[in-house]
Every structure is written in C-alpha cells, then in structure tokens.
C-alpha cells in the first residue's frame, strides 16, 4: 500500500531536526567543535571545503588557513565573530591524509582593532580588553612565538607566502590596519598602514633563533 505524501514529508521533517539537534549538541560541548578535529577529513567536513591556502609547517605537516562565516560557530561566538566579518580557521594537519594530529584546530576572529582589539592572544574569547604595547613587549610576543604555528596563531591568519631553502624557510605575513594584533607591529614601526612580519624557520619544525624576525613597511 502507498504511503500518505504527509507521511514522507514527516519523515524528511524528523530527519532535518535530528540533524539540527546533533549539529547543536556537537557545537555547543564542553570544547569548541574546532578542538576535536584531529585528521584532514574531519577539518574537511567541519569547514566545507577545500582551504584557502596552506603552507608547510614541520615534516609531514602543513597549516592551512579557511575563511569562514560567522554562522558556523556556536551560538556563544556567531555574534562577535559576525561583527568582526567572519573567522578564520588555523589548522594543522598531516600531509598524509590518513595521519592524525593531536592539537585541533583554532577559530581567530577577523577584527578590527576597535572591534575586537585583542582575540589573538586569547581566540577561544572575544571579548577581552587591548593592553598597550611597548615596542620592547611587542618583540618578547612575537619571539615566544617560535613556529610558524605559532605565529599564525598569534596574528590569526597563515603566512602569505613562504620560500624555502635548502635549511629553512623564509616567512612572510602581510598585517593590515584591520588585523588583529597589527598593534604589535605598529608599535615595533611607530607607524601605521600594512605592515610585513618576515621570519626565517628551520624545516624541522623546531624553534627559530633570536632576532629571526624584522619587521616593516608593505
């Protein structure tokens, strides 16, 4: 016997919501969703497609960069990140699709100063207010950050480009008045407007040396 066409139309209804309910439930648990992503097709299926871009962080490891709507994140974070014009999505991930990293992935706002003043240092919250930097604070920031991980952490997006070497790479990240943590750089410069942050990184994914890193004008 065929079934009522309401009948169907029930059945697709309870199937969008346990989707809804499961989509929540995983967004809104004790850590963000991004945190959990341990392997390429888990980073895949969260952002939705391919990244932006990627470059190479350490052997077998690369860092790739997604720019993402506000409206995927959950609830707590969609309307600061909205006002900030989306998110971007920092993940590292093996190059060998099938291996598994361990760190997840981090959500960095794409804030204005004014906006969102200091969602680097702190992505997981939006909210928190700028501290002053000192020209001598800004370059201590920027050396603990010893990895190109770890730089792209702190300025919320991947290098631009990179150029590799027999023994290292050399880095490059392109910082405009809208980004967050261009604050470090000015206050490096004394000036305004698109800054470049270039670094030297060894290939072996370890801590780059002191003074590895200068700073100027785009």
């Not at 809104?28 to 952002?47: C, H, V, W």
């Not at 992935?105 to 997981?124: K, M, Q, R, S």
């Amino acid at each position: 016997m065929r079934e009522p066409e309401n009948r169907w139309m029930f059945r697709g209804v309870t199937a969008a919501l346990c989707a809804t309910v499961a989509f929540v439930t995983w967004a809104a648990g004790s850590a963000p969703a991004e945190e959990t992503l341990t392997n390429a097709d888990e980073i895949a299926r969260f952002a939705g497609r391919e990244a932006d871009r990627c470059v190479y962080a350490a052997p077998n490891l690369e860092i790739c960069r997604w720019h993402m709507e506000a409206r995927m994140l959950d609830a707590d974070r969609s309307q600061e990140a909205a006002s900030a014009g989306g998110v971007h999505l920092i993940c590292e991930r093996p190059i060998d699709a099938g291996a598994e990293v361990g760190a997840g992935c981090v959500v960095h706002p794409i804030a204005a100063p004014d906006v969102l003043p200091a969602v680097a240092a702190a992505p997981t919250d939006l909210t928190l207010p700028a501290v002053p930097m000192t020209r001598t604070s800004s370059w201590e920031k920027i050396q603990e950050a010893g990895t190109v991980k770890s730089l792209s952490h702190l300025f919320g997006d991947i290098p631009n480009i990179c150029r590799t070497t027999l023994d290292a790479q050399t880095c490059q990240w392109w910082v405009g008045e809208e980004a967050p943590r261009h604050d470090l750089l000015t206050s490096i410069t004394g000036t305004g407007g698109t800054l470049v942050l270039r670094c030297v990184l060894p290939l072996d994914g370890s801590e780059r040396a002191s003074g590895s890193c200068v700073v100027f004008h785009n």
